[in-house]
Each structure stands twice: as C-alpha cells, then as structure tokens.
C-alpha cells in the first residue's frame, strides 16, 4: 500500500531501497527555505543497519503489512529462542540478534506477538508490563519515605529499575517493557 512521505510512524515498516525497514525515530522539520520533510530513522529488518532517510510529502512509499499471529515462548536454546504457534502448534526459533534487547523480559509460557513477512519472522512484540520479583534492593533509610526518590533494585531477570522505598528484596512488581520502569506493586 503506497502512502505519502509524511504519513510514516514510527513501527511503520517500509520497503525501500530493496528492503524492508521499520522505522524507529521520525522528526517534522520545516526549514526556513524550501518545503517541509519528515527525517526518518530506519532500522533494516534482515540485517538490523540503521539509515536516516528525508521524505517529502509528494514523495509514496510502499508501507509493508505484516501478518501479526500470537505465539508462546517456550525455550532457549544456544542464541535461538524457541516459539509456538498457538493455533497450530508449529515452532519457530528466532535468533537473539532479532529479539534483542528484549528478551530480558520473556519467560516461560509468555504469549507474544510475532511479526511475519511470508514465513520469515520479523519481530517479537512483549505484553506492555510484566511481573518480577525483586532479588536485591538497599534496605529503607527512616525518614526516607517521605521523599518520593527511588533507589535500585536488581530484578530476578538482572534488570536493574527504580523502586519506591516501600519496595523490598522478595517483592514482586510490575515493569513497562518499553520504558523499562517500575509501574507498580503486584497484586
């Protein structure tokens, strides 16, 4: 599906220059001369090359649209992260180059969303929180609750987050995976 230069955002994924790229990082700049652009920042889907590229509004790009299925994490093996379709019950392993930074955050039985173009998976999509337990964190200093400072704490996953002072070593808690922040106290 081809749109303007200017409807890009970010997660679009795109083809262009014989690729497939998502991109990360827009930004409107309306120079004093000239027309208006949008800056992109575009990372490659196959080998993860970074590209930033000008689009003008006369200008069409061809928006690639990914079938989107949900999956369950099962294991680990070597670098390879082994799935389940949850429907068929087929498996697919993904390197951890494509998860990347992310996969801090998988854990046993997790459903996610993966990104397919054909049968090549593109991309792992996490649940927006997730629960951790809270391995180690500095004792509360008295007087300190008042305040609405954080201080570390180390997760069972080895995430290191702010926390509450109320938030102690054994507590569970919910984390953003996108910001990677404490959100709130588990249930």
């Known amino acids: 599906m081809k749109i303007d230069g200017n409807a890009v955002r970010p997660g679009n994924v795109i083809e262009h220059k014989g690729g497939l ?22 990372k490659n889907l196959v080998d993860g090359t970074k590209l930033n590229e000008r689009f003008r509004s006369s200008e069409k790009v061809e928006r690639v649209t990914l079938e989107q299925k949900d999956y369950q994490f099962l294991y680990v093996e070597g670098n390879m992260y082994n799935f389940m379709d949850q429907t068929t019950y087929e498996q ?31 991309g792992v999509r996490l649940p927006e929180k997730v629960t951790l337990e809270v391995t180690e964190t500095e004792p509360v200093v008295k007087g300190q609750t008042a305040s609405s400072s954080y201080k570390p704490a180390i997760l069972e996953n080895g995430l290191r987050v702010g926390v509450p002072p109320f938030v102690s070593a054994g507590d569970r808690i919910v984390v953003s995976t996108a910001e990677r922040e404490y959100v709130s106290r588990a249930d």
């Open 92 to 122: 697919i392993a993904i390197s951890d180059e494509d998860i990347g930074e992310d996969s801090v955050f998988l854990q046993d039985g997790m459903t996610v969303v993966i990104e397919l173009h054909g049968e090549k998976p593109l």
């Open 21 to 42: 790229w998502r991109a990360v990082k827009i930004a409107h700049t309306q120079p004093g001369k000239g027309g208006a652009y949008l800056q992109v920042e575009l």
